[in-house]
Structure formats: structure tokens, C-alpha cells
């Protein structure tokens, strides 16, 4: 139902029905899926919109920036909130505010999503109904599980030719192992996709063929051909929300009707324990489902007072809960920067605890600093508006706080706490940059410096040996779209070297290292002798440190350097260079003198401890894998598959999806630049894939004496 609201929690007497009636959410999928066409179709119905934007028009809301505009692509996650009513069910005619988050689809910009789903109550994943679940939309759905997000399922595009809501759900099951059902199903597909059957009231929508919008359709009766097939998915979706609902696997076991109030109740409590995902049909493009889309958000997902507390530790390490309570000392976490040209630093902030007015102050345990909150805005995609006080559930910008980084936490100064930050992947590939003229260096380094605080992904570094700055991130879309910021928002102009691959060094066996670090050279000397013993771990278990000595032979206060050293020895690997990653080092002996050893002594001995262990555990060179889907019709399938082996791809399997045949392999990085334009000369241009990282592999023998000669060339780490 459309409802154009002004919503000010200021002005309520009562928080706690504000709350509840608050819906913080993302929708999140593969590329192309139709997020923002989707995005843009719920604000239009509810109002906020006066015209639908559309993306292939460089139109749409939530695209500002200029570059998704010109893509057709998302970029950066978009913040905008809109009202919605619905008609029947628990929270019949009570308006309810949804603040949504539009995330990138990309992979190049996974961090958008994982920053966002970290601060969401609950998010609404994408498909479409030719494909289903593709390569991105499983890193998304992970993201979610990650974080413990409450979702739904919208499988978009039925107007396509093609299209199966059933199947699709199916590969959601079959994929994602996600417990998904369908909540309604849809009356015809592709040309002849008219309307949706609502199988928990048991009655179809049907859509007005001569209103374009979507605005009109008609409640009617179910169908008689889709009568039985309509009977047997409601059976199949109580008998799912029994395990859930004691009430509803009592009635159902007894023969007794269940209403279509208590079924929503039932699938709200089963969509919150997470196990359980609701699937709705639509097709945003077309205008139908979004309206049964935003029904069931309000339905079915979690207010901030469904979930339970925000864990964090404090400064004695002990973990303590925040909860949405306004009158408790606020708490919250900043999970996105963002330079604005007339504002200077925007931090977007979701309020966990207490209330925030403006001019307050807030205390960054990271930092040990107070900063002062000048403004407090609320977000409308590149537009926004000042409020004087933000409460616990809201989303808002501050401006005025300095020195902050993703994934701080801002408090009261008494609470001294921390949140669980987001995490985020390590980038895959670096290239050299350097600008243009001599005159672009100074504002090339503060615009790559500003571009570095907004994205955790991307990476900043100079290479000793050369000079050159490095930058670092998730693909070559990704620094693709820095040099373009660069040169929008900074005016430099940039050229960039070839894209270097971000290898990793480990070991295949374990071994022992000594470093003795001893300068005599009059006066007081240096001393340090460090023992390690170092250990392969599986893969992504990333480092761990063990101390081990005993009697005293490293004294404690020499221990810390000595760990120092080894973790900056293994910045550097002894095959070519680069980082080593998923090892576990044990300090077990060493020796120090009385007068000479020195905290420095210790940490070059750490350095040379690790090096020579290092070189006997047989190293060897990492490199990323990415997993690859490509679809394409069947007569082109054996070129590219052929195409795939020649790059040291290894094919993982293949399937039909109607006059489609998708190939799902797994190929190294460093053979996939230039693939998008092979495999469209390959298909006569009507192939397309989509590429994630998966893993690390070991680097062919025969490839590695290439690799660490080419590193010696151009050294570029991340």
C-alpha cells in the first residue's frame, strides 16, 4: 500500500512502537539481478518517487554516482528510507518505516555488502527465475549467514524467456541449502506472467494488462488449473513452519483450519530463528510482485527489538551486550566513509544503544580520542537531511568526526566498549600508479589516501625498491573505478602499470629456524638468539604464535619482539616475496645477555629465525583461484570449454537450464585478464559469466621460476 510518510522518531511518545515498527534491510544478489530496478519499483509504490528510475536509463535513485550511471552497474551502497502500510495481517494498518540499503552485486565490491549486512536487521537476496542462484549470490548468502540475517527470497525477471520459479527455488535448496519455501506462486511465466497466488490467504493477485505502472490488480479467485498445485505448495509450506510453531504442528496434526493471521505469525517466527526463508515471485522490471515483496517485509522480518543484543568486549576484554534502549549511554558502530564535496567526511552510523543528539561526543576505543558530532543527517541515496537526534535502531551520517575507520565503534567515554567490527576479504590483485605530471603527485596522494579510508578493500602501499605507489584491491573493475574517482573527484590525471597478481607463499613441511642477531662494534653491542619451530595450518586459518619457552631463557619482556620480527619476516616470503599466510609458529628456546640484548636485537632475531625456517619447510607459491561460471547457448560450449582448459581452468561441472548450458570451472587469476573479451568473440557476443574468488592453489612448478623473475621485475605486494 503507498504510503508517503514523514517519519521523526523525535516527535513520538513511544520509542518502543517506533521500533517495532522499523525495518532496516538491504537487498543483496549476483550482478544483474535486479536489485536496484527493485529498489527503485518500492519507492515508487510507497511514494518517495514520483517516476520510476530505471538503470538502463542512468535514471534510477540509488545509482548517483556518475560511473553507475554510465555502467548500468552498482558501486557503492545506497542509503534511503520510505513508508509502507500494509492492509491485512498483524501489523494491518500501521505504518512502518523501512530504511533500505542497495548493495553492489559486483564482485569487485563485496565489501559494500559485507559492511552493510553487518549493520541490518534483515535483507531480501535476489534471483533470477532463468538462472537462480549464480557464483556472487552464494558469497552473498554466506555474508548473511555470517552476520545471522533474517532473509527473504525474490526471484525477479518472471517475464523473461525461460523463466521457473520452482526450479529456481529448487537451486536455492540445492545450492545454498537454504530451507526455502514459496509464499506465493506465480500465475504463468515469460509474456504470460499476469499475477501471483497468495498461499497464505489462498487467493491470486491479477494484474492490470493495460496498467504499465503495476499500481492496478485484481483479488480473485485461485485459478481452477492451478487449484491442486496451489493446495499442495500451502500443505508443504505449514508443514514447514511446524517445526517452528507448536500451535500451528498442533493444529496441523489435528485436521483444524490454520487462519492466514496465525500462518504469517508462524512464518515471522520461523523467518527470525533464520532456518527458514520465504520465496516470493515478481518481476520488477514489469511491475509485479513488488508490492507482496514489501508485504512480507514488514510480515515477516525483524524490527531491532527482534534480535538479540549487539556482542562486544570492553577494555578488560570481557564481553558485554548493548540492546535498543534509548535512555542506556550510547553505542554504535561506523560501517562506512564517504568524502561529500561540500560536507568534507560523511560516517555512516547505526545507533545500537542510547540516543545521540547533535553536538554530542563520542570516544573511539581505537584510537583513545573524543570526537565531536557537529551534524547528524539522515541518508536519501546522494541527497540528505539534518535531524538533531538519532535513537537506537536508526541508521544516520555524522559529520564532524575525524579520525575514524571502518568498523569503529563510537560510545559514551564511560562505556569503553568495542563491537564486533566486518570483515573483509584481502584484495587479489595490485598494479604500479603513478600520475601524470608532476604537478597531479600532491593531490594524487590525498585523493588515494581519502579513496583508502572509505574502502577496506582497497590498498595503499609503496614499494621501497622502486619508489612506486602501489594500490591494491578485488579485480581490475575495482582500480578501474579508483583511477576514474581519481580523476572525477580529485582532478588527476593517472597511468597505471600492468595488473600484478596478488600471490601467497606457504610451506608443505614443518622445520625448525635459528636467528641470532649480534653486533659488536664498540661501546654497548646487540644480542639476540631466538629458537622457532614453524608449522604448516590448513588453509585460511591464517597465523597463530605460541610461546613455549621455559626457565627463562628469552626473557618475557623480549618475547613481543621477538613475535614482532616473525610477523614481519613473513610479510615477505623466501620464494619471491610475498606474504605468507596460514602457518604456526612456536617459540621454544633462545639466549640473551645481561647488558646487550635490546628489544631491537630480539626482533631481528625473530626476522632471521622465521627466513631460516622458512627455507627449510619447502615453500612454495600460492596463487587465487577464482570459481567461474560462464552461460552460453549449447552450440558454443565446446569452444569454451576449450577455451577454459588453455587458461589451466578445471571444469567442475555443467548443466542446461532450458536452451542455456552454464559451465562452472575453477581457473587461476592470473589467466582470466582479457577473458570478457575472448569469450564474447568465442559466442558471437551472446555468452556472459560472472567470476568470484574461491581459494588459494599451489603454483605449477614449471610456472614459478617465471613468476619470481617477473616479481624481480616489477615488485608489486599487497
Known amino acids: 500500500m503507498k504510503e508517503n510518510l514523514t517519519f521523526s522518531s523525535a516527535n513520538s511518545s513511544d520509542r ?26 518500492v519507492l515508487f509504490y510507497s511514494g518517495v518517487v514520483h517516476k520510476i528510475g530505471e538503470v538502463h536509463e542512468g535514471s534510477a535513485t540509488t545509482d548517483w554516482m556518475e560511473q553507475e550511471r554510465e555502467r548500468g552497474i552498482t558501486i557503492t551502497s ?68 555470517k552476520y545471522n540475517v533474517p532473509r527473504l527470497g525474490f526471484i525477479n525477471k518472471m517475464d523473461r524467456m525461460g523463466s521457473d520459479f520452482l526450479t529456481a527455488v529448487q537451486t536455492m535448496r540445492d545450492k545454498l541449502g537454504a530451507n ?18 497468495d498461499l497464505v490467504k489462498m487467493v491470486s493477485y491479477i494484474y492490470d494488462p493495460s496498467d504499465q505502472s503495476g499500481v492496478r490488480f485484481s483479488t480473485e479467485d485461485i485459478p481452477p488449473d492451478m487449484v491442486e498445485e496451489a493446495d499442495e505448495y500451502r500443505e508443504s509450506l505449514i508443514e514447514a513452519i511446524a517445526d517452528f510453531d507448536d500451535e500451528i504442528a498442533s493444529k496441523y496434526l489435528e485436521g483444524e483450519d490454520i487462519s492466514s493471521d496465525e500462518l504469517k505469525l508462524g512464518i515471522r517466527k520461523a523467518t527470525l530463528s533464520i532456518k527458514f526463508v520465504g520465496v516470493i515471485p515478481g518481476s520488477a522490471f514489469k511491475n509485479k510482485g513488488v508490492q507482496m515483496l514489501m508485504d512480507a517485509v514488514v510480515d515477516y522480518l525483524p524490527s531491532p527489538l527482534d534480535l538479540p543484543p549487539m556482542k562486544g568486549e570492553d577494555s578488560n576484554e ?33 545507533v545500537y544503544q542510547g540516543t545521540l543528539k547533535k553536538g554530542s561526543t563520542l570516544y573511539n576505543p581505537r584510537t583513545r580520542k573524543t570526537e565531536r558530532v557537529s551534524r547528524l543527517m539522515v541518508m536519501k541515496a546522494d541527497t540528505r537531511e539534518d535531524i538533531d537526534t538519532a535513537y537506537s535502531g536508526d541508521i544516520c551520517a555524522l559529520i564532524g568526526v575525524k579520525d575514524v575507520a571502518t568498523g569503529d565503534t563510537l560510545a559514551d567515554k564511560s562505556l569503553d566498549l568495542r563491537l564486533e567490527p566486518p570483515s573483509f576479504p584481502e584484495p587479489v590483485i595490485s598494479m604500479s600508479i603513478e600520475p601524470a605530471t608532476k604537478a597531479d603527485q600532491e593531490r594524487m596522494s590525498i585523493g588515494l589516501q581519502r579513496l583508502a579510508e572509505e574502502d577496506p578493500t582497497f590498498g595503499l602501499s609503496t614499494n621501497e625498491e622502486t619508489g612506486q605507489t602501489i594500490i591494491s584491491g578485488m579485480g581490475e573493475l575495482h582500480l578501474e573505478i579508483i583511477r576514474d574517482r581519481l580523476f572525477r573527484e580529485f582532478k588527476v590525471e593517472a597511468n597505471a602499470g600492468k595488473p600484478q597478481i596478488a600471490y601467497r607463499e606457504t610451506m608443505l613441511g614443518s622445520s625448525e629456524g635459528e636467528g641470532k642477531f649480534i653486533r659488536q662494534s664498540g661501546g654497548r653491542g646487540q644480542y639476540g638468539h631466538a629458537v622457532i619451530k614453524l608449522e604448516p595450518l590448513e588453509k585460511g586459518k591464517g597465523i597463530e604464535l605460541e610461546n613455549k619457552i621455559v626457565g627463562g631463557s628469552i626473557p618475557k619482556e623480549f618475547i613481543k619482539p621477538t613475535f614482532d620480527g616473525i610477523k614481519e619476516a613473513s610479510l615477505g616470503g623466501v620464494v619471491a616475496g610475498y606474504p605468507v599466510i596460514d602457518f604456526k609458529i612456536t617459540l621454544v628456546d633462545g639466549s640473551f645477555h645481561d647488558v646487550d640484548s635490546s628489544e631491537m636485537a630480539f626482533k ?18 600460492l596463487e587465487p583461484i577464482m570459481k567461474v561460471e560462464v552461460s552460453t547457448p549449447d552450440e558454443y560450449q565446446g569452444e569454451l570449454m576449450g577455451d577454459l582448459n588453455r587458461r589451466r581452468g578445471q571444469i567442475q561441472g555443467m548443466e542446461t537450464r532450458g536452451k542455456v548450458c552454464v559451465l562452472q570451472a575453477f581457473v587461476p587469476l592470473e589467466n582470466m585478464f582479457g577473458y570478457s573479451t575472448d569469450m ?39
Open 318 to 350: 570481557m564481553e558485554v551486550e548493548v540492546s535498543p534502549n534509548d535512555s542506556a549511554q550510547v553505542a554504535g558502530l561506523a560501517f562506512k566513509l564517504m568524502s561529500d564535496p561540500y560536507v568534507g567526511k560523511l560516517v555512516f552510523y547505526r
Open 680 to 718: 564474447r568473440s568465442l559466442s558471437s557476443g551472446r555468452a556472459d559469466y560472472s567470476m568470484t574468488p574461491s581459494h588459494f592453489e599451489q603454483v605449477p612448478q614449471s610456472l614459478v621460476k617465471l613468476i619470481v623473475e617477473t616479481s624481480s621485475r616489477e615488485p608489486a605486494r599487497s
Open 180 to 197: 526455502a519455501h514459496p509464499l506465493y506462486l506465480a500465475i504463468g511465466a515469460e509474456d504470460n506472467f499476469k499475477g501471483l497466488i
Open 604 to 621: 631481528m632475531a625473530g626476522i632471521f629465525a622465521f627466513k631460516d625456517a622458512m627455507q627449510k619447510a619447502n615453500p612454495i607459491l
Open 16 to 41: 518502543t512502537s517506533v521500533l517495532e515498527h522499523t525495518r532496516n534491510i538491504g537487498i543483496a544478489a549476483h550482478i544483474d539481478a535486479g536489485k536496484t530496478t527493485c529498489t527503485e519499483r
Open 78 to 145: 545506497a542509503a534511503i528510507s520510505c513508508g509502507w502500510t500494509t492492509s491485512e495481517g498483524p501489523f494491518a494498518g500501521v505504518p512502518h518505516r523501512i530504511n533500505i540499503i542497495d548493495t553492489p552485486g559486483h564482485v569487485d565490491f563485496t565489501a559494500e555488502v559485507e559492511r552493510s549486512l553487518r549493520v541490518l536487521d534483515g535483507a531480501v537476496g535476489v534471483f533470477t527465475s532463468v538462472e537462480g542462484v549464480q557464483p556472487q549470490s552464494e558469497t552473498v548468502w554466506r555474508q548473511m549467514d
